[in-house]
């Protein structure tokens, strides 16, 4: 199959998430909680890591416990509210592969712990994934990928050896809704969930963990418990569900979002019925509440989310934040620089620019509690094991 890199519009809606400061206003979030803390997808692991929690109260440099790799800008899909694809025009780009592998390997010694396929383009359609894949291994790094899932059958067996979880952005629970958003054949539809169930069935001890992602929409709202039950049946062993949100190609190629909270509560109030102790539906309320109100719910004064994970695109630079495209490095910065890079970025980040249902609010929220524990002592009993 040949790799589509479409004619995607050249518009870009506030490439700065910039707002005004009279925009944001206090939202109180003081009965805040994230049910999602101590599962598969949540923060609660960074109990895991109490030396760079440490660090963090010290107000030391730390370095990153996960690296999060673009390794092109080319997708064989082409999603109608694609957040990426300001970085998906004529040219295709991929990862230089020497030099990821030697940063990988230098990053390793340093304190990183993971990798993580995102990026601006699939990253199944990497050729050097098989490779690249297998030496990330080799060196001890956990792995995981975010795939539109129809080039699975590609890597079976480098995807149920090498990796922790595999995560497939499905968006429907049927061929039509599949392909009007996704853009692509009918047939694909099929193909993806015929490929999720071939390695369901060859994964020993539900390892890697399978999980579907919905991103919904007022287009696709309808299919999510269409897509529950089919996860369900062919023994997926959550699905995500997260509001379509404002950027990328939204207001070129799709209509802003206009659901409600109200509207995913009775969604969820119909699924999770579904929930079972081997089949979880999970879903960050803060999400839908900041993207309705077009703002995060901010109760600190600064992200710490580059000391925990960084983003490495395809032409090697290094960002602490994606939405706020500040460099911090590339693959050649020396790791001690970087380091303090990433530490400063850190510190100087303008939450103002934030955009709305950041998945990385959650963490933040959790870090400014641990570092403010006192104000917290009485309400949440911290004192008192």
């Not at 709305?356 to 400014?368: E, I, Q, T, V």
Request: glycine share 6%.
């Amino acid at each position: 199959m040949a790799l589509d890199n479409r004619d995607i519009s050249n518009k870009y809606n506030n490439p700065d998430n910039q707002r005004s400061q009279k925009d944001l206003y206090k939202r109180d979030i003081n009965d805040y909680n994230d049910e999602t803390v101590f599962e598969v997808i949540g923060f609660g692991k960074l109990i895991y890591h109490p030396e760079k929690l440490v660090k963090l109260k010290k107000d030391e440099s730390s370095f990153p416990l996960t690296a999060t790799l673009s390794l092109g800008n080319y997708c064989n899909h082409g999603c109608l509210w694609c957040s990426t694809a300001f970085f998906r025009e004529s040219d295709a780009t991929s990862i230089n592969y020497d030099k990821i592998t030697n940063w990988l390997k230098k990053a390793k010694i340093k304190g990183l712990k993971g990798v993580g396929y995102v990026g601006n383009g699939e990253p199944l359609a990497y050729k050097r994934f098989k490779e690249l894949s297998s030496v990330v291994k080799d060196n001890g790094l956990s792995q995981g990928v975010f795939t539109n899932g129809y080039l699975i059958d590609r890597y079976e067996e480098q995807l149920l050896s090498n990796f922790t979880y595999i995560r497939i952005s499905l968006d429907a629970g049927s061929s039509k809704i599949h392909s009007e958003l996704h853009d692509v054949p009918d047939h694909h539809f099929d193909k993806i969930l015929s490929n999720v169930k071939n390695i369901i069935k060859k994964r020993k001890n539900k390892s890697p963990t399978i999980g579907f992602q919905f991103a919904t929409h007022d287009r696709n709202i309808s299919d999510v418990e269409k897509c529950v039950v089919i996860a369900k049946d062919l023994g997926v062993d959550y699905v995500n569900i997260k509001p379509v949100f404002d950027r990328g190609s939204v207001g070129d190629k799709i209509k802003k979002n206009t659901l409600t909270p109200k509207d995913f509560d009775n969604l969820y109030s119909k699924i999770v019925k579904y929930v079972s102790k081997d089949f979880k539906i999970y879903y960050r309320p803060h999400q839908i509440y900041s993207e309705h109100s077009s703002q995060n719910m901010l109760a600190y004064n600064r992200c710490f989310a580059p000391m925990f994970g960084v983003n490495i695109y395809e032409d090697g630079n290094i960002v602490g934040c994606g939405p706020h495209h500040i460099v911090v490095g590339n693959l050649e910065t020396d790791l001690e620089k970087l380091e303090q890079n990433i530490r400063n970025a850190s510190k100087n980040f303008d939450l103002i620019k934030c955009p709305a249902g950041c998945r990385y609010h959650a963490m933040n929220f959790l870090l400014h509690k641990v570092l403010n524990s006192e104000d917290y002592a009485e309400s949440e009993h911290i004192n008192l094991i």
